[in-house]
């Protein structure tokens, strides 16, 4: 092995085992000591490829949040395409935003649904500088999601799917973070196959929600 492939695979190592510890742990509660441990790898190791923990963690998440949003932008030009000018639906552009990201989540052999919950983790606590990392990365994907959305709704008030669209963040992140919320209401009596860890049923079952919230009939607010 060379030494280009050498380093190419220890950085891939770092990086695969970062992702699954910040998932597990979350990004404060991880230290460099443990990531190069798990890794097999010492300090210097990440100190070359990463310089820091702030940036191994937004190499993490930029390696898989580029074929991501690409994947975003793809499924809404062949969306735009085909409608030839006339407003999408508004259960295509929830698919196509949310959908994507739900997909990835089932994709377990690509690491996707290690990812997913790691973003998912990452957007309910996120970091100062995570925070202003994921807007420059958002930015084109958001920017066309969100004129489709003012296209598709255009009886809505602008503030207002802004409003429910960051609801429809807040939902999906805590949803994909894998938390134990739904467990501490056991006492509902939650089928087995009803878990939060089928994401087969996850899928339909958040999609349904998220697009009844952005078809809600608008609040009536107090003078």
Same mark, same amino acid.
Do not use: C
């Given at each position: 092995?060379?030494?280009?492939?050498?380093g190419a695979e220890t950085r891939a190592r770092i990086l695969?085992?970062?992702?699954?510890?910040? /998932?597990?742990?979350?990004?404060?509660?991880?230290?460099?000591?443990?990531?190069?441990?798990?890794?097999?790898?010492?300090?210097?190791?990440?100190?070359?490829?990463?310089?820091?923990?702030?940036?191994?963690?937004?190499?993490?998440?930029?390696?898989?949040?580029?074929?991501?949003?690409?994947?975003?932008?793809?499924?809404?030009?062949?969306?735009?395409?085909?409608?030839?000018?006339?407003?999408?639906?508004?259960?295509?552009?929830?698919?196509?935003?949310?959908?994507?990201?739900?997909?990835?989540?089932?994709?377990?052999?690509?690491?996707?649904?290690?990812?997913?919950?790691?973003?998912?983790?990452?957007?309910?606590?996120?970091?100062?500088?995570?925070?202003?990392?994921?807007?420059?990365?958002?930015?084109?994907? /958001?920017?066309?999601?969100?004129?489709?959305?003012?296209?598709?709704?255009?009886?809505?008030?602008?503030?207002?799917?802004?409003?429910?669209?960051?609801? /429809?963040?807040?939902?999906?992140?805590?949803?994909?973070?894998?938390?134990?919320?739904?467990?501490?209401?056991?006492?509902?009596?939650?089928?087995?196959?009803?878990?939060?860890?089928?994401?087969?049923?996850?899928?339909?079952?958040? /999609?349904?929600?998220?697009?009844?919230?952005?078809?809600?009939?608008?609040?009536?607010?107090?003078?």
């Amino acid at each position: 092995m060379s030494e280009q492939q050498a380093g190419a695979e220890t950085r891939a190592r770092i990086l695969d085992t970062a992702e699954r510890l910040f /998932m597990a742990q979350g990004y404060e509660r991880t230290s460099l000591r443990q990531i190069t441990g798990a890794a097999a790898v010492n300090l210097a190791a990440v100190n070359y490829h990463f310089d820091s923990k702030e940036n191994l963690l937004r190499e993490v998440l930029r390696r898989r949040l580029g074929a991501l949003n690409e994947e975003r932008l793809r499924v809404l030009d062949a969306l735009e395409r085909a409608a030839a000018g006339r407003p999408l639906k508004p259960s295509q552009i929830v698919d196509g935003f949310f959908g994507a990201l739900l997909r990835m989540a089932a994709a377990e052999e690509s690491g996707g649904r290690t990812f997913v919950r790691l973003l998912g983790r990452t957007l309910t606590d996120p970091a100062e500088f995570v925070q202003t990392f994921l807007a420059e990365e958002y930015r084109e994907v /958001m920017e066309r999601y969100k004129a489709a959305l003012f296209l598709a709704l255009p009886g809505v008030p602008r503030a207002e799917i802004v409003w429910r669209f960051h609801f /429809m963040l807040g939902a999906t992140s805590y949803a994909l973070a894998g938390t134990d919320a739904l467990r501490i209401v056991t006492d509902w009596q939650i089928e087995a196959e009803d878990v939060i860890d089928r994401p087969d049923r996850l899928q339909p079952r958040l /999609m349904s929600f998220l697009l009844g919230g952005l078809r809600a009939p608008l609040p009536k607010f107090s003078s």
